[in-house]
């Protein structure tokens, strides 16, 4: 007999969307928000195991109305290229985080924590590469998720993302330190990292 390890689902009660996008699809395995591809095809692949955004085709994953309590914003992103201006993800227009050529930014958020791969960092002056990072923002007032949208922000004109965007979860608590590092940890290996 062979045995195979499963690596472990990482989840917990103050989990309000989880959106894998690593099986292809765009539905949320702990609610009942659905996401609508906009400009054009996206394409899941399973060597990158994420979903792939072109923002020259303008697209993005549409949700509408999502959690109207979000205290933790989670994703994995990895960019085609570092030197763009990029928009992961945008919870209403207001709070959004955003990639400008490698210097990753919170925006909106009343007093944001931001970490990237697991360790704290500082929001307008840590820079990252064209490789996988888990970046999480944490705040303790909470974001209405009132037109969620993924791989695009709407601060009008609507600005995109290019590149893999994977493993999108929001939490209607503050994941605390530990919780952001064990969740890097427990995770990184779907990623290569």
Do not use: C
């Amino acid at each position: 007999m062979q045995i195979k390890y499963l690596a472990p689902e990482v989840s917990d009660s103050t989990e309000v969307l989880h959106m894998k996008m690593w099986e292809g699809t765009i539905n949320d395995y702990v609610g009942s928000f659905t996401g609508t591809l906009s400009g054009g095809t996206g394409t899941p692949t399973v060597a990158s195991q994420a979903f792939a955004f072109n923002a020259t085709n303008t697209q993005y994953i549409d949700i509408g109305a999502g959690p109207a309590s979000v205290k933790t914003v989670s994703l994995w992103i990895k960019q085609d290229d570092v030197a763009a201006n990029e928009y992961p993800i945008d919870l209403n227009g207001t709070d959004y985080l955003s990639v400008e050529t490698g210097v990753v930014t919170v925006n909106g958020f009343t007093s944001p924590t931001l970490y990237v791969d697991g360790l704290v960092a500082t929001s307008g002056v840590t820079t990252i590469n064209a490789w996988w990072h888990l970046i999480t923002i944490t705040d303790t007032t909470a974001a209405n998720a009132t037109d969620l949208d993924i791989g695009r922000a709407d601060i009008g004109p609507a600005v995109y993302y290019d590149g893999l965007i994977s493993d999108v979860r929001l939490y209607s608590a503050v994941r605390t330190a530990i919780q952001v590092r064990d969740f890097y940890n427990q995770t990184k290996w779907r990623y290569g990292v």
